[in-house]
């Protein structure tokens, strides 16, 4: 069964910086990865799709890519806001019809 | 589009009594996953469908937990009798195809038992 670790667990930073979280799988036969951000009580928004055929995915301040050989994942965010605390969850699936197992989350707390 | 759909919002009850939860998915996505997150853990799947067919129900507790997906569209997940260890937030997905398509999830339904 594939096992997903986030690293760090926890991370608190000033506004204004640069940050990246980390995602590794025990299995490296990752087919796709999708990262998602939680907040307290709420449901799983969707941050970026990386599909199959591709190996990085970009909207506004947020990067994630994704190195199938070694099975590690980050997530960069750029220019960090206050309104960026959440749990950011990455979950990977090893083909197509198989559903996304997801890692505990890293908690990103952004002080103003 | 319309996001997926879940209800109630919350629920608490005590343990042995059941309780069910309602999922309705995104128009035309014909996967749906109900999944377990236990607080300061990730999420856990419980069942998927493709359809109304099960694809994989392998982590689904079948002597108090079961599921269905009639007519391929709105799904129910029942728990009877329930247990303190079931506290938690269940979440219902839905995806268009397989996840390459990607996963939209529903505001979950936070479950205490007392």
């Known amino acids: 069964k594939q096992e997903v670790t986030q690293i760090p667990a926890a991370l608190s930073v000033p506004e204004g910086e640069n940050l990246v979280l980390n995602c590794s799988f025990t299995?490296?036969?990752?087919?796709?990865l999708q990262w998602f951000r939680q907040d307290p009580g709420k449901g799983l928004t969707s941050l970026l799709l990386i599909q199959s055929s591709q190996r990085e995915q970009t909207s506004g301040r947020l990067n994630a890519s994704l190195d199938k050989s070694s099975g590690r994942s980050t997530l960069y965010i750029a220019a960090s806001q206050p309104g960026d605390s959440a749990t950011y969850l990455c979950?990977?699936?090893?083909?197509?019809?198989?559903?996304?197992?997801f890692g505990k989350g890293t908690s990103l707390l952004v002080t103003p | 589009e319309a996001g997926v759909a879940q209800s109630p919002r919350y629920k608490i009850i005590e343990k042995r009594q059941s309780v069910a939860f309602w999922c309705n998915p995104i128009?035309?996505?014909?996967?749906l996953y109900w999944y377990q997150q236990i607080l300061g853990q990730g999420p856990k799947l419980l069942i998927q469908f493709q359809n109304n067919g099960v694809v994989d129900d392998s982590q689904l507790p079948k002597d108090r937990f079961s599921a269905e997906r009639l007519k391929g569209v709105d799904s129910t997940l029942k728990i009877q009798p329930a247990k303190l260890e079931d506290s938690a937030v269940y979440l219902c997905a839905s995806s268009f195809g397989g996840s390459d398509y990607g996963y939209t999830f529903g505001s979950g339904t936070r479950l205490t038992v007392v």
């Open positions: 299995d490296s036969a990752i087919y796709n």
């Open positions: 128009s035309g996505h014909a996967t």
């Open positions: 979950a990977g699936s090893s083909n197509s019809g198989y559903a996304l197992n």
